[in-house]
């Protein structure tokens, strides 16, 4: 390990530059300046110096070394090539003398107001790899660095990699060794390994510069020459933002808990626009809150009614009883702040903005006066534009679908209302245990990261899986993230990953999404384990709450179908999973079990025709032995072991190992008659993770519980 | 277009050099005489000629031009550079002199028995851009051309393409531009652009070369100096095999049709072995036949009863009466070579042979065995090791799983018994139309490309499913796919696609897995679909047939819900389509119909609270014009509009346009409650592909269709 960079930085210097930059409104650094900041902040750069008049270039160019390169250096010419203002290679004085007078014609004829400040001359770096590093500022995320393999795996292949900054030197490592070509500073074609630590140390020296100095929008060390001793920026380009967006609004962790516990745990709920006309939103409402077996308080207020849904009806919030902790709102969307400011004055602590008529439909403006109601009482919006919220420990379904009464350990949340539906139908129609269904809508308020802290230190949570469009503040939610990974898998549906998709978003909620590649490499370093699509977002979070964590990376394949057994091997790869190499002990304890034609190995192929003992036996051997960490099961339909026998029998062996403190992630894949789909329920009830008719389904979903468990720290 | 290659080659320049090499015993060609194959076959090379003196050689590279290239002429040093053999950018008489006696020094003392013939001296190429070309033979296309980016793109990043040879030249233009990094060619940092038309052009060459002298065995031009006016092979190494395997055993199309016509369509079908015993496979297969409603005749046969099931029972084949088409074999493996030349003798057209003991257990004589006598009487056999095999037009279910009778376009094959009973199962969940399910097992004989020629020209099948985990004969797959991809999709779900996979295939059926590059270039060439997962192979095959094909490239997304509009979109991109840029006409038609905040352009978002008319205008719209080639539907369960409400409006609209002649492949995703899987089984009989809780799926499976259309030239 290197000394720790952010020793011995000279920030002063990086001031005093930065300084007369802004001083003289430039939004860019010559590259004497960028020099000025390599070095104070200890980045390797080519010797150099400024020259002022061709004999002074020569004798520059003698005292560092020919051969030299030549660079025009004016405040005014950013594209240095394209000005012709560039000569590499001049390898004799006589040539350093040429090059200096043309590079300056050159300038002039490009750009005759150009303030000209002489040439650069610079030490001629070259050979090993070419790498780029640099730093730029992304809206979601704020600071990140990027590291990429030069030439064209950049240019056309785009083999990049981002981490937000600041980067810790493992991080950084971690980084570099994220591209796919990163087997390049390995050493190809006879060339000599790239010291990995050296450039490690450049990206933390260059996101310690960028996260000291928020000004520096954009960062670019390209190329970076690296080799077996050492790695120099041969160029240098630093872009400038003096007025950078401001920051979004942050709350304390005491502060989020504080108000989502009341919002979740309410001890009574007023319904703004209860009312007992069937089919209105607020009717709905009631009943679901009602019906769906809610114990606290319910107040209705309507300025008509007496009495809403058996309930006593209040003509305002502030006529009822003290004590509410959430108001939902079921009224137009020209009315909210006004009721919103009676609310605020009545103390709750959270209002549920079910209308629409906001930001979406373009009225940022009644958004943004409806926030300002609730920042001034200190009461968290939830929405608007949202179909409510669900959270099955207080049987509380504050929403205008229908009630949800299937407890469990997952939280879902969605930034859509037909996501948020498809969470509801696919929930009910699997039995998925769920702890909570949210909808965020707009988010004017209220985002993932609240939510993320608040699921992150509930009990009744184990597992949170969100739909999002975009993030309001992408660094929040990292921190939330990697807080709450270590205990409970977090799991991502990034809608608008494609360029289509995120112009769709665009025109849906508004919202920039982001370079898909930084938000997957963030997210990734974050923990989250990222959905591919909709029905991954939902089989993961039904799946993985009621999987136990993995321990270790021997994964074991029992099949009675050497189809699906091939086919689960694929699937296994493809997850990012590895077979175990079975120990000859282990291999002769499996073949005892199965005919002498099947085949140990892994995976175990106990052959079709085999009655319920043999797949008995074998499994309880995986499980049985602490060397084997999670199984994969292929069920064959056949006569002498029907799939209700089979689930039966897993269930059991199952059930024994927990008695007997073994606990190991188990899936299955059955194939066969339709009687498969009751087996795989069945197995799926004793936590068993089941699928019929698809080899590649159950594997996906223990990939993720390996992703996650890998990011937890738990492997 | 250059001029077509295969005039002027000098086939008995090469034959020369080839038979010389086979005297000689040897497996190389040296690198003069790859220059020979070259030249024959109008491939450049750099202009070079052999030195056996150290003063011929100075003379010869005065005469090429310097700088030179010198590298040792073994037949006994196959890997010059790693024997001190080669020295590059001579560009001196002196230097040239110093080389030779180096070269030979260094190569006698690497290997001081080989025959050294000289040094050959080589004009030095180099600039541009660098590929690789190649030719292998695979074990089981035969011989496959390969084009790759040099250096580290092909090297770590493994950036290249398979084509069968011979490739014509539009093949070997579209397998240029198939690599990864192709944009390389086309020029990158200031560089010119390669004329692909060159490239193209040495591969068309090389292919036809190792196709006419098959005993070229691997053939490598690397590199090859790719530039804007040329491509010039600067290596060669040519790898011989003068004992090729034996090419697989042929039929003709008429005698495939001849045979499959009466195995599919029989007059009379026996069992062997039928039974009256429940349980065993000989009853299970008697009464899935009777029971299926199979209106042939049926003669049970068993030399211990006079009746099974009903129907007559003879002792022995030769005993029942004349006119059977197909024997079912469910007797034990070791009986079968006997009963078959029984069976043969009676002049059967194909034995489904049921047991398993042959080949899947080691027993691969005894199945070579039953194959003799089946070559000897012509039968064609099927399995052994299989579960028989469905043919829904003729009510046929030759298995002993459960009859099956949900008619319609799909044929689905499986190498294994535990993937057909996920066929199985699958299809009756789904009541997936089906014309046949066949098990291919061990193939001994009878292959997917049999399967292939018959359902192609089948008229009761619209679309062909295929698992396999190794194609017995890739080039007769390759030609029978070609034939049938213009009428018909064709999907395959080729298992072991991984190492691991493969690794787990061979363990099963003692298949060579195939590098699944090689796999996937190839049948994307033949335009076959691939499906990744099994999921999918029952998807695509489930829903391909109830599509029309599309007539051109513009999809539109009409969705309710603007958060699944996002995630269709991002589907689109991945599955390999485009949304449609929407022509202002046509977005001025769509504004008419949706609320002022709601989206056109494309999706085109009618926004969540919308009544069935809504949905219905938007959708006819898209219908009618002949702009819009496809569409996708995004629902979002609302009180407003409910399901089934949705589902059959669009299945009248649907219908309604098909009255008046115009049929569009529509896809639905819909987001709901769970009253949406009844929807979207309603949407699926009227043809209206729709699944509930994934907007992958649907937008996977008109991709699948996409893809096909494209390879069938429809686009």
């Not at 107001?113 to 590093?133: R, S, Y």
């Not at 996501?419 to 129609?429: D, E, H, N, Q, W």
């Not at 899986?465 to 990974?485: I, N, P, Q, S, T």
């Not at 977002?537 to 993985?544: I, S, W």
Request: charged share 20%; glycine share 10%; net charge negative.
């Amino acid at each position: 390990m290197a000394t720790e960079p952010s020793s011995g930085y000279d920030r002063d210097a990086v001031r005093a530059v930065l300084d007369r930059a802004r001083a003289e409104n430039r939004g860019a650094l010559t590259a004497p300046e960028g020099k000025v900041l390599a070095e104070a902040y200890g980045i390797p750069v080519p010797g150099e110096a400024l020259a002022t008049s061709a004999d002074e270039a020569v004798s520059l160019a003698v005292e560092l070394g020919l051969p030299v390169v030549a660079k025009i250096v004016s405040p005014d010419i950013l594209h240095k090539t394209e000005a012709g203002g560039v000569e590499v290679g001049l390898s004799s004085p006589q040539e350093v003398k040429a090059a200096y007078e043309r590079i300056v014609g050159n300038a002039r004829a490009y750009n005759p107001d150009a303030a000209i400040q002489g040439v650069q001359i610079q030490q001629m770096v070259g050979g090993g790899t070419e790498v780029i590093i640099g730093a730029t500022t992304d809206p979601t995320f704020g600071k990140v660095v990027v590291f990429g393999l030069g030439g064209v795996l950049v240019e056309v292949l785009k083999d990049v990699a981002f981490r937000l900054a600041p980067v810790t030197r493992e991080d950084a490592l971690a980084q570099v060794g994220d591209t796919r070509a990163a087997e390049v500073l390995d050493g190809v074609r006879g060339g000599a390994a790239v010291d990995r630590e050296r450039l490690a140390d450049v990206l933390t020296r260059l996101s310690d510069l960028v996260t000291d100095f928020p000004e520096i929008a954009e960062a670019d060390l390209n190329p970076v020459f690296a080799s077996a001793t050492g790695a120099v920026a041969a160029d240098l380009r630093f872009v400038l933002d003096f007025t950078p967006p401001k920051a979004p609004a942050r709350f304390t962790r005491e502060e989020i808990l504080g108000a989502m516990e009341r919002i979740f745990k309410p001890r009574a709920i007023a319904i703004i626009g209860a009312s007992n006309e069937a089919g209105k939103i607020g009717n709905s409402v009631i009943r679901n809150i009602v019906d769906g077996g809610y114990a606290g308080h319910v107040y209705p207020i309507n300025p008509k009614a007496d009495e809403v849904y058996g309930r006593t009806a209040y003509k305002s919030i502030a006529d009822a009883p003290d004590g509410i902790d959430v108001a939902v709102f079921a009224i137009p969307a020209k009315f909210v702040a006004g009721a919103l400011e009676e609310a605020g004055r009545k103390g709750v602590a959270g209002a549920v903005l079910i209308p629409s008529g906001f930001a979406e439909t373009g009225e940022q403006e009644l958004q943004d006066e409806v926030l300002a109601v609730a920042r001034r009482h200190g009461v968290r919006l939830l929405g608007p534009n949202i179909y409510g919220y669900y959270y099955t420990p207080q049987s509380l379904s504050a929403t205008f679908c229908t009630p949800y009464d299937v407890r469990g350990g997952t939280a879902l949340t969605s930034q859509s209302g037909g996501i948020g539906m498809a969470i509801l139908g696919y929930s009910r129609s699997t039995s998925t245990g769920v702890s909570a269904i949210v909808g965020v809508g707009n988010k004017a308020d209220i985002d993932e990261d609240d939510l993320l802290t608040f699921f992150g230190q509930d009990d009744n949570t184990n597992a949170i899986a969100m739909h999002l469009e975009d993030l309001k503040d992408g660094r929040a939610f990292v921190e939330a993230a990697r807080e709450v990974v270590p205990r409970k898998p977090v799991v991502v549906l990034k809608a608008g990953r494609t360029s289509a998709g995120a112009r769709a978003a665009g025109s849906h909620t508004g919202a920039l999404a982001g370079d898909d590649k930084v938000y997957d490499d963030i997210l990734r370093q974050a923990g989250v384990v990222r959905a591919p699509g909709l029905n991954e977002l939902l089989e993961f979070g039904r799946a993985l709450p009621i999987m136990p964590a993995p321990t270790g990376e021997n994964v074991v394949i029992i099949t009675g179908a050497g189809g699906s057994g091939v086919l689960l091997s694929d699937a296994v790869v493809d997850n990012g999973m590895t077979l175990m190499e079975i120990p000859p002990d282990l291999d002769e304890a499996f073949r005892a079990f199965i005919p002498p034609f099947g085949a140990a190995g892994n995976p175990v192929d106990i052959t079709g025709g085999e009655p319920p003992a043999t797949y008995e036996k074998t499994i309880r051997l995986g499980l049985e032995d602490p060397r084997v960490h999670a199984l994969i099961l292929g069920y064959w339909h056949t006569i002498v072991t029907p799939p209700m026998v089979f689930a039966e029998l897993v269930a059991d062996v199952v059930t024994q190992a927990r008695a007997a403190g073994i606990d190991k992630p188990i899936v299955a894949s059955l194939s066969g008659d339709t009687e498969v789909e009751a087996a795989s329920a069945h197995l799926f009830r004793h936590g068993v993770v089941a699928y019929p008719y698809t080899t590649e389904k159950p594997v996906q979903v223990l990939g993720a519980k390996y992703r996650w468990a890998r990011a937890a720290g738990l492997l």
